[in-house]
């Protein structure tokens, strides 16, 4: 999977909350050009959140695709998710968008890549973008060893991935679950 340089994602799961955050960063280049996009959302009536990291245009297009395949599938996260990537992989339209996804519900967190990849983590915490493995890394030694809460750690997580990546900010957009 190429390395996005755009925006960081993280999601965690604890204590039956899902908790995903975004930041507002829009990078074209060297410059920042928006600081405050929304990179985040809820589909298939507000139970399941997604967010992508990569080209907005893009991003938004698989958004779409998954709201498609989720109400074909009346809100099966998993069978969405396989479904789109499978498409993703094999349509020519399709298969020239550059993004990847994380996509989580009540029982499932999945990232989602144009390579066919759908990985469940084995932890509750996934991270995507440039910023991600900085967030992921921050969210998981919260969560292995603190008792904070899924938002607490989302936002720690997030802060900390500002401080160090250059497309990252600290204009952070929440959705809960």
Do not use: H
């Amino acid at each position: 999977m190429s390395r996005t340089k755009s925006t960081t994602i993280c999601i965690v799961r604890r204590d039956g909350k899902t908790v995903i955050a975004g930041d507002g960063q829009v990078t074209l280049g060297n410059s920042v050009m928006k600081a405050s996009a929304r990179k985040i959302r809820k589909l298939y009536e507000g139970k399941i959140v997604v967010g992508f990291a990569g080209s907005a245009a893009d991003g938004l297009a698989l958004m779409e695709r998954l709201e498609e395949k989720l109400n074909k599938y009346r809100g099966n996260l998993l069978r969405a998710a396989v479904e789109l990537a499978k498409d993703w992989r094999t349509d020519k339209f399709l298969r020239r968008l550059e993004a990847v996804m994380v996509a989580a519900d009540k029982e499932i967190m999945l990232l989602i890549s144009g390579n066919g990849d759908v990985i469940e983590p084995d932890e509750p915490v996934l991270a995507i973008g440039s910023g991600g493995d900085y967030a992921r890394s921050a969210a998981l030694a919260l969560y292995r060893n603190t008792d904070l809460s899924a938002r607490q750690i989302v936002e720690e997580a997030m802060k900390i991935a500002g401080e160090i990546c250059i497309y990252t900010n600290s204009n952070i957009t929440i959705e809960e679950l």
